[in-house]
């Protein structure tokens, strides 16, 4: 009996997936436990509709990243920071001042979480930090401190 899974079944298989089981088990274990619903051809089909449906989804975020990782390619945001001797900041820019500053400058939204400041920048003048856009996508941007 073909069988789609709705719960991940520990040694047989994982919620979402197909497979073909004995009807007693089907029957006795799986369908009264809700763990599995019996797969005709309309579970099937709704099943491979979500998997297109994801597969574009995943495609459209490695497309919207590549397009992002252009555009910020071309782009240099500058913050101004306080500073004391010697061109030396009070504190350091993190990475939200550098997505609010980057939001601000050319509208493109960054969770801050994504970008990566090594090492912390703590002088004036151009640095740059790596931005992770997608898993497959990471791009550089650089950044100018200046003084207020």
């Known amino acids: 009996m073909?069988?789609?899974?709705v719960k991940e079944v520990t040694g047989t298989a994982r919620a979402g997936?197909?497979?073909?089981v004995s009807p007693g088990y089907a029957r006795n274990y799986?369908?009264?436990?809700k763990l599995a619903i019996a797969a005709d051809e309309?579970?099937?089909a709704q099943l491979r509709q979500r998997e297109e449906a994801a597969r574009r989804r995943a495609e459209k975020a490695l497309h919207d990243a590549r397009e992002l990782s252009a555009r910020l390619r071309k782009l240099t945001v500058?913050?101004?920071a306080k500073t004391g001797e010697?061109?030396?900041?009070?504190?350091?820019?993190?990475?939200?001042?550098i997505a609010q500053q980057l939001k601000r400058e050319a509208g493109v939204e960054i969770d801050k979480r994504k970008i990566t400041v090594e090492?912390?920048?703590?002088?004036?003048?151009?640095h740059e930090v790596e931005i992770e856009l997608h898993p497959e996508v990471t791009e550089?941007?650089?950044?100018?401190?200046?003084?207020k």
């Open 2 to 5: 073909k069988v789609m899974f």
């Open 17 to 20: 997936e197909v497979k073909e």
């Open 30 to 33: 799986l369908l009264p436990n």
């Open 42 to 44: 309309r579970v099937i």
């Open 78 to 80: 500058t913050i101004y």
């Open 86 to 97: 010697a061109g030396r900041l009070f504190g350091s820019v993190t990475n939200a001042d």
């Open 119 to 126: 090492p912390p920048i703590k002088s004036l003048g151009p």
């Open 140 to 147: 550089t941007l650089r950044v100018v401190v200046a003084a």
